[in-house]
T-cell receptor, first 110, second 114 residues
Framework: TQLLEQSPQFLSIQEGENLTVYCNSS?????LQWYRQEPGEGPVLLVT?????EVKKLKRLTFQFGDARKDSSLHITAAQPGDTGLYLC??????????FGKGTKLSVKP | EAGVTQSPTHLIKTRGQQATLRCSPI?????VYWYQQALGLGLQFLLW???????NRGNFPPRFSGRQFPNYSSELNVNALELEDSALYLC?????????????FGPGTRLLVL
């Protein structure tokens, strides 16, 4: 069974701090995706990482795919209140669906 | 270009009733996926439709069913509603069926079963 585990589950920080969210699996994924979801809305795709060792940057967000394609991380520099939300990692499942981690709920206080 | 749309946004039903949720994919997308997001459980895969056919389903009972129409829109039906069916139901669409195809999500339908 393919599983994705995210840590931490909850993160509450002050504006301007840095943070890292982790997504780990014992399975190899051909790609991993990161989504952000706000309350009552659907997940919005942030990035897809495909190649082992790949690093992608999206403004203050840096995404990394592990060399073995079993794990990924999301690093946010100088977090802002607008970064608040649920961050989800997802990988392609064997049934054609996406397998999601349970998410990291981030709260950035001004 | 319009994104994935879902209707209704909210739905209140009582136990034992049936619910019908609708989804319109992004124009040009042929695959539609349904997920359930219940409190504390994360997103769970329900159903996958492509080109009008059910391609796969997750670990849910048969009272969860659906279909995809010739215009690629989709319907999710939940029969004999139970209290634990209360959740946000998300629809996603993708261009094709490759595992690397990005799935784009709609805003969801919040179903409350009383």
């Amino acid at each position: 069974t393919q599983l994705l585990e995210q840590s931490p589950q909850f993160l509450s920080i002050q504006e301007g701090e840095n943070l890292t969210v982790y997504c780990n699996s014992s399975s190899v994924f051909s790609s991993l995706q990161w989504y952000r979801q706000e309350p009552g809305e659907g997940p919005v795709l942030l990035v897809t990482v495909v190649t082992g060792g790949e690093v992608k940057k999206l403004k203050r967000l840096t995404f990394q795919f592990g060399d073995a394609r079993k794990d990924s991380s999301l690093h946010i520099t100088a977090a802002q209140p607008g970064d608040t939300g649920l961050y989800l990692c997802a990988g392609g499942g064997s049934q054609g669906n996406l397998i999601f981690g349970k998410g990291t709920k981030l709260s950035v206080k001004p | 270009e319009a994104g994935v749309t879902q209707s209704p946004t909210h739905l209140i039903k009582t136990r034992g009733q049936q619910a019908t949720l609708r989804c319109s994919p992004i124009s040009g997308h042929t695959s539609v996926y349904w997920y359930q997001q219940a409190l504390g459980l994360g997103l769970q895969f329900l159903l996958w439709y492509d080109e009008g056919e059910e391609r796969n389903r997750g670990n849910f009972p048969p009272r969860f069913s659906g279909r995809q129409f010739p215009n690629y829109s989709s319907e999710l039906n939940v029969n004999a509603l139970e209290l634990e069916d209360s959740a946000l139901y998300l629809c996603a669409s993708s261009l094709g069926t490759s595992r690397q195809e990005t799935q784009y999500f709609g805003p969801g339908t919040r179903l409350l079963v009383l």
